[in-house]
């Protein structure tokens, strides 16, 4: 087998029930600082049996105790869900951000009707 990069929608999905595994273990606070706040970014089979999985955090403080906390919690429950032999690589480093307009744009509501999307609101002016 060729080693596959998954996208990162593919890479989302897993690490939203990685996510809700450790959700279970973890208390809500430290979910949300540590876990939350230091993502699944990457995600590489590498073969029929091994992956890599690459934690970005924003800074060398939250990947330090990720990795000296956590390690093996992403280990076991990354290698659960994805039925490979994960290794766990950290990077320091920003997250692509997306601003409140291409969120707007990207999540259109669900009863807009895709036409309307693409038109322009009539203008009529104050009697």
């Not at 076991?76 to 951000?97: A, C, M, N, R, W």
Request: hydrophobic share 35%; charged share 20%; with cysteine.
């Amino acid at each position: 087998m060729e080693s596959k990069i998954l996208s990162p929608e593919e890479v989302s999905r897993v690490w939203q029930q990685c996510c809700a595994q450790l959700k279970t273990e973890l208390s809500s606070a430290v979910f949300n600082t540590w876990i939350v706040a230091n993502p699944l970014t990457s995600l590489e089979y590498i073969d029929t049996q091994h992956a890599q999985a690459t934690i970005t955090s924003p800074t060398a403080f939250h990947s330090t105790n990720v990795k000296k906390n956590f390690h093996s919690k992403f280990i076991q429950s990354l290698s659960d869900l994805t039925k490979h032999q994960v290794e766990v690589v950290y990077f320091i480093g920003s997250l692509p951000t997306v601003s409140k307009e291409e969120k707007r744009i990207h999540a259109p509501d669900k009863n807009q009707t895709f036409n309307s999307l693409l038109t322009r609101p009539e203008y009529s002016p104050s009697p």
